[in-house]
């Protein structure tokens, strides 16, 4: 009996195993540095250890914290909160006027097209051109390289890089930030971002 016990051990010890990244988990800390052309500033997302219920899914609760400078000395400071779920590789966003939203899908397969939001003027379609693995921290994650048209060249098509636990390389983890109190949207991707950190 204990040989077949030992014998099972080691197979399960042999056998290549597959550990799903987690998203959010709680105190986890994104760190966003933009500029546009009205002002730059820092965005911080931190994972809250609060689950919020909306419709009948649980919702992680994320502080978003907004540093913004139109000015030299002046600093306005915006916080909302944001709500995130992850199902089955797949990442969703909570939109007050659209609901859930599609924020990352790594099901997706090369030529799959996404239904993924930036508000304001959304391109569309997005597309996925490749995917692989990239070693960050010791750890092996899933990328996807993803196409969309350009906003500003007719024809040309803009490229993110979205990987598995981060979010894109290229903007905010949610691809919108709020930068006023009268809800007025600005597209990511009309800033230049930046991540400075991940703890």
């Known amino acids: ?20 990244v987690s998203w959010f988990p709680i105190g986890a800390k994104w760190h966003y540095q933009f ?16 689950d919020t219920l909306i419709g009948n899914t649980i919702y992680k609760k994320i502080l978003s914290t907004t540093l913004f400078g139109t000015a030299p000395g002046s600093i306005d400071t915006f916080n909302e909160f944001l709500y995130v779920f992850e199902e089955n590789h797949v990442v969703f966003g909570y939109d007050k006027y659209l609901g859930g939203t599609l924020l990352y899908d790594f099901n997706a397969t090369v030529g799959d097209t996404l239904e993924m939001y930036f508000g304001g003027l959304s391109p569309y379609p997005f597309i996925v051109d490749s995917i692989g693995e990239i070693e960050f921290n010791g750890s092996s994650l899933a990328f996807q390289d993803i196409r969309f ?23 905010h983890l949610f691809m919108t ?23």
Do not use: D, W
């Open 149 to 171: 048209p350009s906003l500003f060249e007719v024809g040309e098509f803009a490229e993110m890089r979205v990987i598995e636990g981060i979010g894109s390389i290229n903007s």
């Open 35 to 50: 500029s546009s052309m009205i002002g730059s500033g820092l965005t911080t997302l931190e994972v809250l250890s609060e």
């Open 177 to 199: 930030i709020l930068y006023s109190s009268h809800l007025i949207f600005l597209p990511i991707i009309f800033a230049a971002m930046k991540i400075l950190t991940l703890a």
């Open 1 to 20: 009996m204990n040989k077949l016990v030992l014998s099972i051990f080691n197979l399960l010890l042999l056998l290549p195993c597959y550990c799903q």
